[in-house]
C-alpha cells in the first residue's frame, strides 16, 4: 500500500493512542459527558492543530478542525464520525472514522493541495446513546434536530443543557438555524456487521441507512397454578408470546431475501408474575425492526398487526394493538457523493460493493442538511461494541484513500451545474 497518498502509520497511531484514553480495567470506554471523554477531546484537538487545521467546538458540542479553502462562500466538504465509546466497547467503532478524515487533510497538505472548498474534520459528540437516553446528539444539532425538550432530559443532577456545557457546546445557540453551507459530508466507519470480510471485500459504498421501527405489544393471560392447571386449560400469556417471536422471525426472513436489507428482532421480552409455579398472566415484548425500503417496513407492520390479532384468535389471550413506540425512516445516500466514492474506489484498485447500513450513523442526520454518504471498510468475524472489536490498518488506510480521492473529485464536481 506503498503508493496510496495516506499513510498507515498515521491513523494507527491516533487509533491506539486514543484506545489508551480508557477507564481503567474497562476497555475501551470513553462515554461522552465524562471526564474521560474530555480527555479524549484534548487529544483530538492537538492532533487536529498539528495538521494544520483552525479547531473550534461549535454549539452542539461537536469538535471542528476546518482547513480554509481558495473559493471562501463555496461551502465547505466535511469528513468525519465520532470519539465516543458505548461501555466497554470497541477501539475502531467510530474513532477510525476521524483518523482516516484527519489523515485525508494531512495528505492533502503533503501533496500540496488547496482544494477550492473549504474542508471541515469533525468528531460529532454523543453518536452513541447518552447517559441521557438519546444519540447522536452532535449531528442532530447541527442539522437544528435537537428538540427544546431535551435539554431538560437529566441523569442524576445532570441535564443535557449542563451536558453541553460540559462539553464545550452552547445550549442557548442550539435552537438556531441549521447549518446551510455543509456541500458534502462523507463517513468512514467499520462495517460493524460481517459481510465485506465474508466475500473478501475491501470497501462497502453505502446505499441507505435503514430505517428503524420499534413495535411494542402487551399479552394478557391469566394467572393459574403451573401444577394444578390442565395444559389444555391455559391461557398462557409466555407460550402466546413465544409464538408470535416465532411470527416475526418467520416474516423477517422472508423480507430479508428480499431487495433491500430488513431485520426484525425482539430485543425486549418481560412476563409476570415470573415466577416457576405460575401460568404466566402478561408478556410484554418490543420488536426492533430496521428496513433499507419503507415498504418493507409497511408491509411487516401490516404483518405485525395481523399477528396480533390471529394470536388473540387462536389462543384465548387479550393482545394489544401493536404500538410504534418510533419510527425512522430510511436515509438513502446521495448518488452524486456515491459516485465519487466508487470512483474513487476503482482508482484505488479497491474490491468493493453497494450495501446497506442496518445501524445507525451521524451520517442520517447530516443527510438532512447536505449531500451526504458513507464508506465501510471490514472488521473481523462483523464483530463490534466489543473489547474484541477489530479492523486491520490496512483496510482502514484503504478506506483513507479511496476518501481522499473522493474529496478531490467532489470538490470539482459540486461546482458544475446539475
Known sequence: ???????????????????????????????AFTPMFLEGRAFLDRQFKAAGLETRIDASGNLIGRRKGRKPGLGTIMLGSHSDTVPEGGRFDGVAGVAAALEVARALDEAGILLDHDLEIVDFLAEEVSIFG???????????????????RSEGELTLRQGLVYAGGDPSDISQPKRSDISAFLELHIEQGPVLENERCDIGIVTAIAGITRIEIFIEGQADHAGTTPMGARRDALVAGAALVTEVERVALLLSRGEG????????????????????SRARLLIDARAERREDMEHFIAEVDRMAVELQRDR?????????????????????????????????????????????HDTAWMARISRSAMIFVPCREGRSHTPAEWAEADDITLGAAVLFGAVRRLDTELQEQE
Do not use: Q
Request: proline share 8%; glycine share 6%.
Open 1 to 31: 500500500m506503498s503508493n496510496l497518498p495516506v499513510k498507515a502509520e498515521r491513523i494507527v497511531d491516533n487509533i491506539e493512542r486514543l484506545a489508551e484514553i480508557t477507564e481503567p480495567d474497562r476497555p475501551y470506554t470513553r462515554r
Open 134 to 152: 438519546v444519540s447522536c446528539i452532535g449531528s442532530r444539532g447541527m442539522a437544528g434536530l435537537i428538540p427544546d425538550s431535551w435539554l431538560d
Open 261 to 280: 436489507h430488513f431485520t426484525a428482532t425482539v430485543g425486549e421480552f418481560a412476563i409476570e408474575p415470573n415466577a416457576a409455579n405460575v401460568v404466566p
Open 316 to 360: 384465548g389471550v387479550a393482545v394489544s394493538s401493536p404500538k410504534i413506540v418510533s419510527d425512522n425512516m430510511p436515509t438513502p445516500a446521495d448518488a452524486k457523493v456515491m459516485a465519487a466514492l466508487e470512483a474513487s474506489a476503482e482508482d484505488a484498485g479497491a474490491r468493493f460493493r453497494r450495501m446497506a447500513s442496518g445501524a445507525g
